[in-house]
């Protein structure tokens, strides 16, 4: 089993400019996160989905759009990337266990700087 | 929505003794709280989680007590190692956690040798 795993691993953008980080997990969870973490900040939920064909906003949703279209990938997108999103995106993934309770998996990153 | 606070931000110890992490989360409707070790260049890892129903949970060196009345939670690490050292974040989150975390913002664990 991979785990999780993110892609790409590091990308530098200039002002304006779009991509999308793709997190895959094989280990056939229902629930998947983004996250991004900053200098002193912690980590912080950007969008999160309880499954196939759903998201949800989380705390710090603004500039971010994300698709869950497979239940094994969660792809999230910047529109038009300003220097506010330079940051280290986690995604993670879990699924219920003893009853509600989710651990969850996180991926290796995907470190975003945006010039 | 939910606020985590973590301190202090750093702490040093001496190799052997032990170190206390301290949360306070603001919603009392959460109920899953879990401890990520966070090591420089790395993903956060789960360490220890404890479920609101429960005061405290213990494993090996490392355990953690819940207080619901106070909303707050702690880490404890005893016998401290070298390999302790790194970034230590707490988390809350209603609904066990498939909702997301709402995190504190991490201490950092020096261990001196």
């Known amino acids: 089993n991979a785990g999780v795993t993110q892609t790409p691993k590091f990308r530098v953008l200039k002002t304006g400019q779009s991509m999308t980080l793709l997190c895959a997990q094989d280990m056939n969870h229902e629930y998947m996160y983004w996250y991004r973490q900053d200098p002193g900040m912690g980590l912080r939920l950007i969008h999160y989905s309880v499954g196939e064909g759903t998201t949800a906003k989380g705390e710090v949703p603004d500039g971010y759009n994300v698709s869950r279209l497979k239940k094994q990938n969660f792809l999230l997108g910047l529109e038009s990337a300003a220097p506010s999103q330079t940051s280290v995106y986690f995604c993670a993934s879990s699924s219920p266990r003893g009853g509600s309770y989710n651990e969850q998996f996180f991926g290796p990153g995907t470190r975003l700087t945006v010039l | 929505g939910e606020n985590v606070e973590q301190h202090p931000s750093t702490l040093s110890v001496q190799e052997g003794d032990s170190a206390v992490i301290k949360c306070t989360y603001s919603?009392?409707?959460?109920?899953?709280f879990p401890w990520y070790k966070q090591e420089l260049g790395k993903r956060p890892q789960l360490i220890i989680d404890?479920?609101?129903?429960?005061g405290e949970k213990k494993d090996q060196r490392i355990a953690v007590t819940l207080n619901k009345t106070a909303k707050h939670f702690s880490l404890h690490i005893t016998e401290t190692q070298p390999e302790d050292s790194a970034v230590y974040f707490c988390a809350a989150s209603m609904r066990g956690g498939a909702d997301g975390l709402t995190f504190g913002k991490g201490t950092h664990l020096i261990i001196q040798p």
């Open positions: 919603d009392s409707a959460s109920n899953y």
């Open positions: 404890i479920r609101s129903n429960v």
